[in-house]
Each structure stands twice: as C-alpha cells, then as structure tokens.
C-alpha cells in the first residue's frame, strides 16, 4: 500500500467542477499491420488485460484517511472491471480530423470516477476521411488523473502496453489477488507514525534547503543568471482568465529532421528550444488576429522531470508511476517579429532559467511540498478556487509547454502500428492553455489544450502553429549561393583604313 506524495495528492485538491486534473493521450492506428488485418474491441480488452500486471496503478483505487488528517493511499479495487474502463465507439461520417479532435475534447470534459482506479480508455473507430491515415485506422484516447502518473511515467505506461513487433505474442496471465485494504484505525496509526517522523524530516531539508539558499543569493547578487525583466513583468491575456469546463483541442506535428536542422543554426539550442519558438511564434500571430498581443513578451511554464537515475530505469515497467517534477520559467519573445531572432531569444532565455533552476535544486523544489499538511492544501485550493485568486494576481506565467520524449521506432497494439500519438493535459484558472509536445518515430506531435469560450477558433490556433513552424524553417535555411557572375567577352573592333 502506498501513500500519495504531496505533489501527487495535490492534483486531487485542486480539482473541481471547471477544473479536472486528468492527462492522456490521442493515439492514432493503422490496423492493416494486424495479424489478419482487423482488431476486435474483445481483442483490446484481453490485450489490456493481459498487461495490467506491468501497471499496478490500473487496479488500484484510493483510500482517504479519515478526517483528511494525512494524503490519500493506494489500495487493491476488488472489484476491479475492466470493461468498466475501457469503452467504444465510432466517429459519425465522413470521420475527419476536426471531428476526431472534437470528439476528444468533449470525451476529455467528463470527470473521472473517483471510486474507482483513476484511468479510462476509448477506442474511436470511423477514422475515414482523416488525411494521411489508411482505411480502417482507429484511434485510442487514453484519461489518467495527473495525481497518478506525470509526463515520463504516463510515457512508460503506455509504452508498457505496446509491442516492437507486430505479431508479438501476448504475455502469460499473472495471477491477481486484491490485497485487503486497511481499517481506519490503521490508517489513523500510520498518520500518527507519519506525524512522529516529520521533524527530523525537516531538519534534514533544512539542511539541504541553506546551500541552495547561498547559492541563489551569490546567483542574484553577481547577476550571474542574468534574470531578464520580462520573466518577473508576465503580461496579462485571455490565457489568463477562468475555466468553463469545456475544452477544445489543436494538434499538428512536425518531422523531427526539420526541428534539428533548424535548431543547428543557433549555437547550443535545442529541439526544445524550437519547439518553444515555434509555440511563441504561434501565440504571436493567434493574438495579433486578435488585437491583443502585449509589447511584453509571453511567458511559459516548462516543467522539467526530477526523477533519480534509478527510477528512470525502472520505468521500463512503469514501476514507479507518479509525479516528479518542477518547472523553469522561459521567455517565448512573442514581441520578436523575427523568426529566427525569436528562436535566440528563446534559447537564451532557457539557458538562463536551467542555471537558475540547478542553483536551488529541482529536485529540492518538489520536496518542500512534503511538509504542506494535507488539510492546509486542501483548503487553500478550496479557497483560492472560490476568490477567484488565479485571476486577480499577477499572473506567473501565460501559458504551459512541456516536452517528453518518447520512442524512435514503431509500436505496436494489438497488432496495429501506432501512426502518431498526442499529448493531452490540464487547463485551470488562471493558465487557460496548455501545449503538450510528444516525438514518436521520427516524428514530434504539438496538442494544444484550451477552452472552448477563451479559443472558440481551435482549427486557426493549429494554423497558427503550421505557419509559425513554416516561418522558422524559412528564417533558418540555408540561403542559396550566389550564381556566378557572367562575364562578357569584348567584341574585337577593326579600324577600317
């Protein structure tokens, strides 16, 4: 039985009416690579059975500590049904893009039961008239609540129900015997051990807590990470206002060559500086069609994975699901005009912000939330949510982009090849937009989650992506040489006598 870490346990405080913490995916198949060229709803359900085993989160549900005194804990669901958790249905024709993408998005509205294990899966069939994919392809859209995975666990677990191989034998069933969940009184025992434990606890972050301290102040004090004006100055946009409830979604991707060749013309940036170019490149000419792009420039949120190399590696079965991450803040230089002025704008202003973010600690960040008691979080959220805190203060950021990489080869379920994946996550108060960036098999998925009343238009904001991306590429590529120079030879002329 485990206990949800604070940072876990705090996606089940925040949440409320408007606001589901919930993540997934969009996850698009070509079926014609299956054994047979066809794949059974019966078929998925014992392929997913068969793997639960890897994932022991998807047979587990949560336990509240009466009284909320302490964070919730992990149990057994005994009467754990998958057909509960994994539903079908098929798009109405002509089965296109925009439908498939609407379809998610109202799919993604719906709450989470939380009686039960935190996940659900739909397999969307009628993917007919969706440009690019070949007949009979369907798409898979995956909701697991944000206090159960983050962006690199939620990768390994759904790499764990995929194959490298498409006629890859399903595993041997592993035996399942829920495990009794424990009485109140127990729960109560090990929230007073909990309690006992976390003064020494303390002292031991406090003692980590003082260098990381010395070493921001000397940081600051020398100007050494040369914090620009525009990260403490975040303008205010429609990105930064409330929630109805109500998502709409934009997704396009790029191919992975084209992002290194252009990230090759800036001496030491990314892909994920790119990506972040491209994102503010967007966001310039979404608000220009507007009329509300600021002078300032806009700011984003790009969270970093904290997790030990141990952990990492134990991914590989998804083992240690959960969330371990801080994020550092970035300049998107949407008042650049200049594609390629904006792209080393970026770069810098993420260089700067990973030496911040290395001179406390990343990991250090995550672990103060420890000592937050759960009833003080919970409250404060509460509170906040009902004050309308998110838009009364200056806002922090105006938008979120993370990255995770994902595999460079083809996976398999069920037999079909994956074609592409998308990631999805969470809008709330306050931070009305979230980009969630996925590369798979040479190629790198942009979702764009918002709001249905803040982005009525989601079909321009993926054109806006589309033409951000196009403008870089043209802004960094090499310019041709110049033809050589014709020369002329000069007419002899003859003196007539």
């Known amino acids: 039985m485990d206990q949800l870490s604070a940072q876990d346990a705090s996606f089940l405080y925040t949440e409320n009416e408007r606001v589901a913490n919930h993540v997934g995916g969009l996850y698009i198949y070509n079926q014609s690579t299956a054994p047979g060229g066809l794949v059974t709803f019966k078929q998925i359900l014992r392929h997913l059975a068969a793997r639960l085993h890897l994932v022991p989160r998807y047979r587990q549900k949560l336990l509240h500590v009466p009284g909320n005194l302490d964070h919730p804990y992990w149990v057994d669901d005994s009467k754990f049904d998958i057909e509960y958790h994994v539903r079908h249905m098929a798009l109405p024709k002509p089965g296109d893009w925009r439908q498939l993408l609407i379809q998610t998005s109202r799919l993604y509205d719906r709450p989470l039961d939380m009686a039960r294990p935190l996940w659900v899966f739909y397999v969307i069939e009628g993917l007919d008239n969706v440009e690019g994919l070949p007949p009979g392809s369907f798409a898979v859209v995956t909701k697991t609540h944000h206090a159960l995975i983050d962006g690199v666990s939620g990768t390994a677990m759904a790499t764990a129900i995929h194959e490298q191989e498409a006629d890859a034998p399903d595993p041997a069933p592993v035996p399942w015997t829920p495990q009794p969940a424990p009485n109140e009184i127990e729960l109560l025992t090990r929230t007073y051990l909990n309690n006992l434990g976390q003064p020494m606890k303390f002292m031991q972050l406090l003692g980590e807590v003082s260098p990381a301290a010395q070493r921001l102040m000397e940081g600051l004090s020398s100007n050494r990470f040369n914090i620009p004006e525009a990260i403490a100055q975040v303008p205010r946009t429609r990105f930064n206002g409330n929630v109805s409830g109500h998502r709409v979604i934009a997704a396009t991707s790029f191919p992975i060559a084209d992002l290194r060749a252009i990230k090759n013309t800036v001496a030491g940036a990314t892909i994920n500086d790119v990506i972040l170019a491209i994102g503010g490149g967007a966001l310039r000419h979404y608000l220009l069609d507007k009329n509300e792009l600021p002078d300032k420039p806009l700011i984003t949120l790009s969270p970093i994975a904290v997790r030990a190399s141990k952990d990492t590696a134990s991914l590989s079965t998804a083992a240690t699901p959960g969330n371990e991450v801080t994020g ?67 806002p922090i950021v105006n938008t979120v982009l993370t990255n995770v990489p994902g595999p460079q080869y083809p996976l398999y379920f069920c037999g079909a090849e994956m074609v592409n994946q998308f990631s999805l996550g969470i809008v709330q108060d306050g931070l009305t937009l979230f980009h969630g960036i996925l590369s798979y098999n040479g190629k790198l998925s942009i979702t764009a989650m918002s709001d249905r009343e803040v982005m009525p238009d989601p079909a321009f904001y993926q054109e806006c992506l589309n033409r951000a991306f196009e403008e870089l590429r043209a802004a960094t590529a090499p310019k041709p040489a110049p033809a050589p120079a014709k020369t002329t030879r000069k007419r002899k002329t003859t003196k007539s006598g």
């Open 328 to 394: 550092m803040l970035v300049s998107l230089a949407t008042d650049l005009k200049d594609p390629r002025a904006r792209l080393q704008a970026v770069h810098d202003s993420a260089a700067n912000s990973k030496e911040l973010t290395n001179a406390i600690g990343a990991k250090l960040m995550t672990d103060i939330n420890q000592f937050i008691p759960s009833v003080t979080m919970g409250l404060a959220s509460r509170l906040a949510s009902s004050l309308g805190l998110a838009t009364r203060m200056q």
